[in-house]
Every structure is written in C-alpha cells, then in structure tokens.
C-alpha cells in the first residue's frame, strides 16, 4: 500500500497568511493527488484534483504543486472560512489512502 | 443538482452485520466510481472501498473478506454490506462519487453512523 505523510500536523495562522501543507507519498504516484477540505461535523470537500487542478467553485487563493512523491497544497491569503482540516489523497492505485490530515488553525 | 444519501447505520453488536445504503440522483452510479470512507470518532479519514463504472471492486486491508460494495442500477444505489463487525468499524461512513479519469471523490453524502459495540 501506499503511505502518505502530511505536514504539519496541525498549523496555527493569521487571516492574510500564505500557508504551505505538504504531502509525501511511499512511492511514485505520478500526479494522481487530491486535495480534500473538511470543517467539523461535515463531509469532506475536493479542492484540487490531479495535483494542481482547481475543482470548480473552488477560490483561486488555493494552488497545488508537485509530482512524483512531493506535493502541496498552498492558500495565498487566508480567510476566515479556511480555517478546517485538510486531507490528501492519491488515486494512483487501491487502496485510494488518505494523509493523516492537518489542522489548520486561527493564531 | 448531485445528492447521495446515505442510510442503514445504526449500533450493532460485535460480530454482527449491517447494510449500508447510498441513493444517488442527479447522476448515473454505474458511470462513475463509487466510494465508500470511513472517519472513526476524532479521527481522520480512511478510505474503504470502491466500486468500478466496469464493475470492479477493490477493499482497504481492514475490511477485505468481511465487506462487500455492490450496486443496483435500477435504482441508482450503493450498498456496503459489513460483517464480522469489529469495535473499531465504529465510525461515520460516507459515499463518495468520482469520476473515472483520476478518482477524484467530487461528491459526497452527508454520512451515516456506524457504532459496535455490546
């Protein structure tokens, strides 16, 4: 199976901040990496699909990179309603695994 | 408008089976792939099974041999058939759709509670 590794596990910010979350997979996974936001009590949301696609109605404040076993998820200037955790993915093969999440945080 | 709803959660006794339900409308079950995730209490996400456009069906570790992902195009559903329950299935399981050219999950349900215990 392949194992992903996020950091931070949690990260505490201001509104207006740039922050960076990275993911870090076993092996290779190409670009097949996903990008998940979830807020308490609700189901996850997709944010970016294949490493850097933007799903729709999704800000343009959100940005991914990467390729291989590298990848991040970057939010420019961070808003109130960013504040929730975030969850990798890769769909590159099953089983479809999960980061252990970050916990992004008002300062 | 996309919507998935899920049922059939409940508390179940260790050992025990429960069938879950994943009512899609706005969109075809058997075009897309079709997800079941898990997030135990506090806990993060894992993912559990899926279920191919083509038919195929693919299970996480944890739960290979005792569930099973199955369809009925007929009436656009999902199911996940859980036996041998175990304590640590407690969790809130969602269905999840994706399309087939990256698995991406776009749209999820709303989650239906899961709890083992005696």
Known sequence: DIQMTQSPSSLSASVGDRVTITCRTSQSISTYLNWYQQKPGKAPNLLMYATSNLQSGVPSRFSGSGSGTYFTLTISSLQSEDFATYYCQQSYTTPYTFGQGTKLEIK | ?118
């Not at chain 2, 569930?67 to 269905?95: G, H, P, W």
């Open chain 2, 1 to 118: 408008e996309v919507q998935l709803v899920e049922s059939g959660g409940g508390l179940v006794q260790p050992g025990g089976s429960l069938r879950l339900s994943c009512a899609a409308s706005g969109f075809t079950v058997s075009s897309n792939y079709m997800n079941w995730v898990r997030q135990a209490p506090g806990k993060g996400l894992e993912w559990v099974s899926v279920i191919y456009s083509g038919g195929s069906t693919y299970y996480a570790d944890s739960v290979k041999g005792r569930f099973t992902i199955s369809r009925d195009n007929s009436k656009n559903t999902v199911y996940l058939q859980m036996s041998s329950l175990r304590s640590e299935d407690t969790a809130v399981y969602y269905c999840a759709a994706a399309g087939s050219s990256v698995a991406a999950a776009s749209h999820w349900g709303q989650g239906t509670l899961v709890t083992v215990s005696a």
